[in-house]
């Protein structure tokens, strides 16, 4: 089943701070973020597994609860640069396999 | 630096042709990924390959084909392809026997149309 992101959109200023959502209503492994510039490829920020382990950016955080089978991906002081689709990838065994959300569109002004 | 390719980056064909997209890898990744994106969707995942030995299907592998030539390229086909595979296809890598994440590595995409 397809994780369900909230919002589907966000529009900040420079400097304000946003959350991202990323639910499934099955048991996770583990949880990807990974964000999408127009035109261009999506790029790995973070993983979070079951049990605690994380890698990514250290200037991103996210955080998973594993008791409602949600994350969410925290962006402060934003910046121009943070625009771009953001997607969650979901899995739900050590199979390597992710199934992503819609994606939610993040949009920095000046 | 190691990368993901892929070829063509953009195809327009007609609507009964065989299209065949390619996907190399010089990260030295055992696993290898397909994926379909439509705006509003996502990505879908439609095959994946652990080794050259074991390909799967995704949640969309109708009307799609791969082969894992070697453990570096990975190839999707469409045999007959149809104007609802229009789409922009991403592959993917990741390392399994050197790390426990998993996180993928995208190549620059394929905008494929179908006509």
């Known amino acids: 089943q397809q994780p369900v992101q909230s919002p589907q959109a966000v529009i900040l200023r420079e400097g304000e701070d946003a959350v991202i959502n990323c639910s499934s209503s099955?048991?996770?492994?583990?949880v990807h973020w990974y964000r999408q510039k127009h035109g261009e490829a999506p790029v790995f920020l973070m993983i979070?597994?079951?049990?605690?382990e994380q890698k990514g950016h250290e200037k991103i955080s996210a955080s998973f609860n594993e008791k409602k089978q949600q994350s969410s991906l925290y962006l402060t002081a934003s910046q121009l640069s943070y625009s771009g689709t953001y997607f969650c990838?979901?899995?739900?065994?050590?199979?390597?396999?992710?199934?992503f959300g819609q994606g939610t569109i993040l949009t920095v002004h000046p | 630096d190691a990368d993901v390719t892929q070829t063509p980056r953009n195809r327009i064909t007609k609507t009964g042709k065989r299209i065949m997209l390619e996907c190399s890898q010089t990260?030295?990744?055992?696993?290898m990924y397909w994926y379909r994106q439509d705006p509003g969707l996502g990505l879908r995942l439609i095959y994946y390959?652990?080794?050259?030995?074991?390909?799967n299907k995704g949640e969309i592998s109708d009307g799609y084909s791969v082969s894992r030539q070697a453990q570096a390229k990975f190839s999707l086909s469409l045999e007959s392809a149809i104007p609802n595979q229009t789409a922009l296809y991403f592959c993917?890598?990741?390392?399994?026997?050197?790390?426990?994440?998993?996180?993928?590595?995208f190549g620059p995409g394929t905008r494929l149309t179908v006509l």
């Open positions: 979070l597994l079951k049990g605690g």
């Open positions: 993917a890598t990741s390392d399994h026997r050197s790390s426990s994440y998993n996180e993928q590595f």
């Open positions: 990260k030295g990744h055992d696993r």
């Open positions: 990838g979901t899995e739900f065994r050590t199979y390597g396999k992710l199934t």
């Open positions: 099955k048991a996770l492994y583990s």
């Open positions: 390959s652990f080794d050259v030995k074991d390909i």
